[in-house]
């Protein structure tokens, strides 16, 4: 049995979630609202997202979609800052596509009664890029307050990135977190960093409020001497980081002036992302090691 299947099993998820806690607010709507709050109360935004993914029955789709619209309504009855982020395959993309766009238009639809009414559409792998890039534009031609995310390890990207900045659609941009061949991604760290800081530029320079996701200084530096040289004001775009990850970077970014999202998981299928920020970085993997032996 693989390591993600063994994490994925419900009897692994309930006695080990103190392992998964530093990345994820909590398994209840209320722990997400309190961890919304801290980050409000230190100047930053958040992005809310209900784990879960690669559903394949009908049922447990639209069991996501109503989770959607019970957050929806927690945001609007706690008055935090924050939109939500979803996953297509969470939504019924490995179902049927219109199945899972009837889906995000209700919670575009809930959505639209929240402050901020925006919902951003996560990146998977590349097995359904395509699909939830068509989801998005069909989605998009309703309305504006949905966006995608572009994935900088994919050779594709730049020619996504432009497709993008035509529509005006607002693109998160990150490294990418799957394991992809290498006929379609970039493998190496500094390949993947030059192609980053390339479709940055083009959308800090001609794209709609882009969101710069990433942990990497050397990335985040490069973008603050971009658009101080440029002239790119602090208001055209944001940095994005996850829950958990670098606090004191999201903390110095808020103090130098600059728009700071965390995006926050939560709820009790949280294998398949903690799977993805343990192998991403091995200091991790050790870290749930010892987590697990100390107990
Ligand atoms: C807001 C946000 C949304 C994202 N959405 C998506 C998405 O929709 N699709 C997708 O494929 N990927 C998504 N990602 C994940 C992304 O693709 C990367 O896998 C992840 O951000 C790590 O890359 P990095 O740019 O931070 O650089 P890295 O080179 O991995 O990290 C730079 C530094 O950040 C710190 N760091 C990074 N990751 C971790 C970690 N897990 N634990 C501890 N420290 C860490 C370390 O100090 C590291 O040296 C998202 C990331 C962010 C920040």
Redesign the pocket.
Known sequence: MAVLDVIQTPAFQQRFFFLAKR?IAGETVAQAMDAVAVINAQGMTA?LDFLGEDVIARPEAERTRDAYFELLEAIRARGVETNV?VKLTAMGLLVDEDFALANLRSVLQAASHNRDPFVRI???GSAVTDATLRIFERAYAETRNVGP?L?AYLKRTPADVEHMIALGARV?L?????SEPADIAYKD?PAIRSH?LRSAESLLERGNYP?I?????R?IAAVETFTRERGIGPERFEF???Y???PELQRRLVSDGYRV???VPYGTHWAGYFY???T??R??AFFALRSMLHR
């Not at 990150?174 to 799957?178: I, P, S």
């Not at 996701?213 to 200084?217: I, K, Q, S």
């Open positions: 990345f992005t982020s996560d990146m998977e995310v994935q998160r990150c490294k990418g977190a799957y760290m980053y969101g996701a990433t942990h990497d200084e990335i994005q980081m996850l958990g990850v670098r999202r965390v995006y993805r920020r343990i991403e970085r200091e991790n």
